[in-house]
């Protein structure tokens, strides 16, 4: 089914789109990551550890590269992972993220990896966008042409498969914004939808019915939505990017669970990711606990100026009441409507 309107709707408010028989034009079909459903149970630091060693063991033989951040997820990974290549971003005519940068130097240094930067300005993820639009077939999340600059880096190094800790904040409680409170059904829909679609497009869908599945009265479950839908769009930007760049990636973290619900007493208390941060001293003795940073993007600086011209898209709106994230939304759905209908 061909139905655009829906699709550019979808698109705003989870990232990504939910319904796979319907595309934005006649001769695409998206791909959405399907999450494993074979897990691993865990119950503590210690079974992290043994299953992502395990998980390791499956790659052996192939030259590794990983991307590190200055978080505890790759921090961790870094630590089975002595005398790889690691990759750090790092952006180009600014000076943000300077204490990522010197945790991502710590942990190569403490593991004997090789740390190459990536550097990313506009001119370098660019190029890139329609690549992996086109792959998806649907505009795509801010990360994804980012990525692939560095699996490209990776590959040219020799790299085979790329590791990420990118499953870990949506298994062990790491979103704890999302995580913060018992969501009323309302609530939520606000605070997830990232763009809404009635304040842009001319023609908006009303896509309320994928949190509907999750309603619990006047609640939502908003763990099993988490779970089935953040996971779809959080985990295939990863596969798209990787896809595109035509190189391996492995996410040790996403094919574990923790045995028990998460304790969000302790994630709500200030200990989010607990079972990651006990793993995490294990690895960097005495060395303090990073607070979480997402991967960083500037995208205020990106579209500072910008704003869209197409005919689907509503006049006059007032850019200055939208994140530097919505911005790359509405930009991303423009230049992809424009890639496959121009006006």
């Known amino acids: 089914m061909i139905d655009k309107n829906f699709c550019m709707s979808s698109y705003l408010v989870f990232r990504y789109i939910e319904r796979d028989d319907i595309n934005f034009f006649a001769g695409l079909h998206h791909k959405n990551f399907v999450p494993p459903k074979d897990k691993i149970k865990v119950s503590s630091a210690e079974d992290i550890d043994a299953a992502i060693e395990k998980n390791f063991s499956e790659v ?54 090789q740390l190459h930067y990536v550097d990313i300005n506009w001119q370098t993820i660019e190029p890139h966008i329609d690549s992996v639009m086109k792959n998806k077939c649907a505009p795509v999340h801010s990360i994804e ?35 913060s409170q018992d969501w009323s059904f309302d609530d939520f829909v606000k605070r997830y939808t990232f763009t809404e679609p009635a304040a842009v497009l001319k023609n908006s869908v009303d896509v309320k019915y994928l949190f509907e599945r999750y309603r619990q009265g006047d609640k939502i479950n908003f763990l099993q939505f988490m779970d089935e839908v953040f996971a779809v769009e959080s985990s295939g930007s990863y596969m798209n990017a990787f896809e595109v760049a035509q190189i391996d990636y492995l996410d040790p973290y996403a094919n574990l ?87």
Not at 88 to 97: A, D, E, H, K, S
Not at 99 to 107: G, Q
Not at 148 to 162: E, H, L
């Open 257 to 343: 669970e923790p045995s028990e619900p998460l304790d969000l007493k302790r994630i709500r208390g200030g200990e989010s990711k607990y079972l990651i941060r006990e793993l995490f001293k294990k690895k960097y003795p005495g060395f303090p606990i990073p607070e979480k940073i997402p991967m960083p993007r500037p995208v205020d600086f990106y579209f500072e100026h910008w704003r869209p011209t197409r005919h689907e898209f509503k006049k006059f709106l007032d850019m200055k009441k939208f994140t530097g994230n919505q911005k790359w939304q509405l930009y991303c759905l423009e230049r992809f409507l424009n890639l496959f209908e121009p006006e």
């Open 145 to 179: 042409p980012q990525l692939v600059v560095a699996a490209v880096q990776a590959k040219f190094d020799g790299v085979d498969c790329m590791i990420v800790g990118e499953s870990s904040d949506l298994i062990f409680g790491g979103m704890d914004k999302l995580l």
């Open 60 to 113: 052996r033989g192939k030259k590794l590269g990983l991307m590190l951040s200055g978080g505890m997820d790759s921090a961790i990974l870094a630590a089975y992972m002595k005398g790889c290549d690691a990759y750090t971003f790092r952006f180009l005519n600014g000076t943000i993220y300077q204490d990522e940068l010197k945790r991502a130097e710590f942990y190569a240094k403490t593991y004997g990896l």
